[in-house]
């Protein structure tokens, strides 16, 4: 199974950015192409899909994205005739296969609900409010629409994260929403409505919330001396929950996957429990940084291991 990570943030909290980031160093390690499959605009990495490295599916020119989204979380992809086709084995997708990015699955639960409402879709209770004019079919979502849409992209993200690949990387939205048992409100991924946003998390192995704030610096015109104020955003990227900045009792339930005699290791290395991204890195020096400390962990139980059967053995000959 692979390793998943969902990233989320407001817009422009660079994670299209960061997933190019990400690409760039799975590929730099293991040679092996890297899947998009966006509903969202990915011109911050077109470069790397021009140079080959990423193969994108836009889901926003499928005339069926509810199919089409299921499909390709079963390792189908685009052949030669434009059209969907299934993977040729599992092993080719683990040869050539490195990664899968699925962006925005705040969008893709968007697109959902309108593609159910444009084919006036009657899932439990009828389309609201149902007409026709010059030919176009119009209505609006009925309730039963958002628990469909939030349980099939629910169900898509278990799907894709049994894909033979060794990583799939998700982003989405924030929302707001309430904790399932408690109902504490919290912020974190978003679909279709706030029912799913406690849920989204626990499908995923890292969950980083990505948080926008604003920094002012002071520029002095050269010629006039005189002094401008500039407001520069910036981001932290929290793999721990913390509380939100702007709304008091709201918490973002964050989490980090890795053994736990690991996790003072990661704090060390990224203080606070965040990292800040750059123009040129971030959510690749996270995935290092875990890739690190998973292996150092094997290293160290190896060895354990070797010490425990080499005492085995040598009881077993006197």
């Known amino acids: 199974m692979a390793n998943t990570t969902l990233i989320f943030s407001d817009s422009g909290g660079y994670k299209t950015t960061n997933l190019g980031f ?22 911050p990495i077109q470069p790397l899909i021009d140079i080959g490295i990423i193969d994108v599916v836009d889901l926003r020119t499928s005339a069926n994205p509810l199919v089409s989204l299921r499909k390709l979380s079963y390792g189908w992809w ?10 040729v084995s599992e092993t080719w997708l683990m040869d050539n296969i490195s990664c899968y990015l699925v962006e925005g699955l705040t969008s893709i639960s968007d697109m959902l609900m309108e593609d159910a409402r444009d084919k006036q879709r009657q899932i439990g209770q009828a389309p609201v409010g149902k007409f026709t004019e010059e ?16 349980r099939e992209v629910l169900a898509r993200v278990r799907s894709f994260a049994t894909l033979p690949v060794e990583m799939v990387l998700f982003s989405s939205h924030e929302a707001r929403g309430e904790e399932s048992d408690s109902r504490a409100a919290i912020r974190g991924p978003g679909l279709a409505g706030t029912a799913a946003t406690d849920k989204v998390g626990k499908e995923v192995g890292n969950l980083i919330h990505f948080e926008i704030y604003s920094e002012l610096t002071e520029d002095t015109n050269q010629q006039t001396r005189k002094k401008t104020t500039r407001v520069i955003p910036s981001v932290k990227a929290f793999f721990v929950p913390h509380p939100d900045p702007k709304v008091p009792g709201v918490t973002y339930k964050c989490k980090v ?24 890195g971030g959510l690749d020096r996270f995935l290092q940084a875990e890739d690190e400390l998973l292996a150092s962990t094997t290293d160290d139980l190896a060895k354990w291991k070797n010490e425990v059967d080499s005492k085995q053995t040598t009881a077993a000959t006197t």
């Open 22 to 43: 990400a690409a760039r160093w799975i590929y730099g390690r293991t040679k092996k192409k890297v899947r998009l499959v966006t509903a969202e605009q990915y011109r």
């Open 78 to 87: 685009m052949t030669e005739t434009g059209k969907l086709g299934p993977a």
């Open 135 to 150: 030919d176009e079919k119009f209505c609006n979502n009925p309730l039963d629409h958002y628990g469909f849409v939030q």
């Open 257 to 280: 996957r890795l053994p736990s005699d690991r996790i003072p290791e990661l704090m060390k290395r990224f203080p606070g429990g965040y990292f800040e991204p750059t123009l040129t």
